[in-house]
């Protein structure tokens, strides 16, 4: 009877455990490919790599171009920035993350009327940031990418004089991508 009951017992646990070998397990995602295809609608262009460097460390390298303008003031923007997220729960691109940014941003104001019109002012220099994020990876194989961000960005200028635009101010990101 001892015999038995081992016997059943080892046919079930084999017929139990079947369903899961045939499950793939996802391997672990390196690298994320973004935009951020919202903020174009406000003539916002921004594209971003990040790679995972360690289970909770990712570096990135990013680009935006930003062009402003009313009825006084066209102000463009230009960035290139090298990027380095934290990842407190050591699951790269998912969950909440902050870090910083170092970069090279130009700027260009060209007043367009009341009296100054067409007089252009442009500056540049190095730039750093802070952000603070929430990232998902979606699907079936948790390659789809979504991150939400808010921070803040410094320029320190070669020269003082930006017209209207500023020299410091807040950032935010909706960026959708996709994970390899």
Do not use: C
């Not at 006084?72 to 934290?86: F, G, M």
């Amino acid at each position: 009877m001892r015999l038995d009951v081992i016997a059943s017992t080892l046919a079930l646990s084999m017929v139990l455990a079947l369903p899961a070998r045939g499950q793939s397990v996802t391997p672990p995602k390196t690298t994320v490919l973004s935009i951020q295809p919202l903020s174009a609608v406000f003539s916002v262009y921004s594209a971003e790599v990040e790679h995972a460097v360690s289970p909770t460390i990712t570096v990135g390298a990013g680009g935006s171009y930003w062009n402003w303008s009313d009825d006084v003031d066209e102000v463009r923007y230009s960035s290139a920035d090298l990027k380095l997220r934290y990842y407190p729960e050591a699951h790269p691109f998912q969950g909440f993350s902050f870090g910083g940014q170092l970069g090279f941003t130009s700027v260009t104001d060209r007043a367009l009327g009341y009296g100054s019109a067409g007089t252009r002012t442009k500056t540049s220099g190095p730039a750093v940031g802070v952000a603070l994020d929430y990232n998902w990876l979606l699907g079936a194989s948790r390659s789809f990418y979504v991150g939400l961000g808010l921070g803040a960005k410094k320029i320190f200028a070669t020269s003082k004089d930006a017209g209207n635009a500023h020299l410091a101010y807040p950032t935010g990101r909706i960026s959708i991508g996709y994970a390899f």
